[in-house]
């Protein structure tokens, strides 16, 4: 039992390492000044909150750490310098909840945050700035407008698609320009061999938040791309995995 599951879980780390890699790596941009968009007080909910994992293994972390939550609660409570920390809460459907405290250096990512997902980065980032002041960060794609939580925001999106021997990984994420926080993600990641199959999903959406004021109307703008990912992701019938962003690996959980 020792012996398969040690050649599991190198598996998987032969299967997940090269693609997170890839995801990893950019060159760095003349970037903006990395300082925090957020204040003390700042909060954020995400609804909507799906994950999914079909596999002979259990969930590695980064997946388990969303099945069966219904809501997370991200709460800004303290920023010195360049380092937020931060409470973030998981709601579970039966009312429970499950609460950690962290914190990110917005300049370099160093922190103790556990999940693959950066939920704050530095503000006033622009495509294509990297997301942290490193040569190993991901590269902002593209700067774009569109709607969270009722209002129109500028937002930065970062949308990748890594084909795997078997299977392809495609990982979308979206912050807000002005404050850095995150405003939704969408994950999947599938691979399918002779004697392996693992396949995994995770996606939410900023539902509520007191970051903005009241909505702006607009006519003209498209609503958040997260559902339309969402449901090809569906459609398909694929699955997600997290692209770590230098320290946050997941052959660590392993």
């Not at 009241?214 to 997290?242: K, N, Q, W």
């Given at each position: 039992?020792?012996?398969?599951?040690?050649?599991?879980?190198?598996?998987?780390?032969?299967?997940?390492?090269?693609?997170?890699?890839?995801?990893?790596?950019?060159?760095?941009?003349?970037?903006?000044?990395?300082?925090?968009?957020?204040?003390?007080?700042?909060?954020?909910?995400?609804?909507?909150?799906n994950a999914s994992w079909k596999s002979d293994l259990a969930p590695?972390?980064?997946?388990?750490?969303?099945?069966?939550?219904?809501?997370?609660?991200?709460?800004?409570?303290?920023?010195?310098?360049?380092?937020?920390?931060?409470?973030?809460?998981y709601n579970y459907p039966n009312g429970t909840t499950r609460s950690?405290?962290?914190?990110?250096?917005?300049?370099?990512?160093?922190?103790?945050?556990?999940?693959?997902?950066?939920?704050?980065?530095?503000?006033?980032?622009?495509?294509?700035?990297?997301?942290?002041?490193?040569?190993?960060?991901?590269?902002?794609?593209?700067?774009?407008?569109?709607?969270?939580?009722?209002?129109?925001?500028?937002?930065?999106?970062?949308?990748?698609?890594?084909?795997?021997?078997?299977?392809?990984?495609?990982?979308?994420?979206?912050?807000?320009?002005?404050?850095?926080?995150?405003?939704?993600?969408?994950?999947?990641?599938?691979?399918?061999?002779?004697?392996?199959?693992?396949?995994?999903?995770?996606?939410?959406?900023?539902?509520?938040?007191?970051?903005?004021?009241?909505?702006?109307?607009?006519?003209s703008l498209l609503p958040s791309p997260i559902f339309g990912l969402?449901?090809?992701?569906?459609?398909?019938?694929?699955?997600?995995?997290?692209?770590?962003?230098?320290?946050?690996?997941?052959?660590?959980?392993?």
């Amino acid at each position: 039992m020792t012996g398969t599951l040690s050649s599991s879980r190198s598996l998987i780390v032969l299967i997940f390492v090269p693609a997170l890699l890839l995801y990893g790596l950019a060159p760095v941009s003349a970037a903006s000044t990395y300082k925090p968009g957020v204040k003390p007080g700042d909060s954020a909910t995400y609804g909507l909150v799906n994950a999914s994992w079909k596999s002979d293994l259990a969930p590695f972390s980064p997946v388990e750490e969303f099945l069966g939550v219904s809501s997370i609660t991200v709460a800004v409570l303290n920023v010195v310098g360049s380092n937020v920390t931060a409470r973030q809460t998981y709601n579970y459907p039966n009312g429970t909840t499950r609460s950690v405290v962290w914190i990110e250096d917005v300049q370099s990512g160093a922190g103790n945050m556990s999940s693959a997902i950066a939920w704050i980065i530095s503000g006033s980032l622009v495509a294509p700035d990297p997301i942290y002041d490193s040569s190993s960060a991901s590269t902002i794609g593209q700067t774009v407008q569109r709607v969270y939580a009722g209002s129109v925001r500028t937002v930065n999106t970062i949308n990748s698609t890594q084909p795997e021997p078997g299977g392809f990984c495609k990982f979308l994420r979206i912050w807000d320009q002005n404050t850095g926080v995150l405003l939704g993600f969408a994950l999947n990641y599938t691979v399918s061999k002779a004697n392996y199959h693992v396949s995994a999903s995770a996606s939410t959406q900023m539902t509520i938040t007191n970051l903005w004021g009241p909505p702006e109307r607009t006519t003209s703008l498209l609503p958040s791309p997260i559902f339309g990912l969402v449901a090809f992701f569906t459609v398909i019938g694929s699955a997600s995995a997290y692209a770590l962003h230098g320290r946050r690996r997941l052959i660590e959980s392993l």
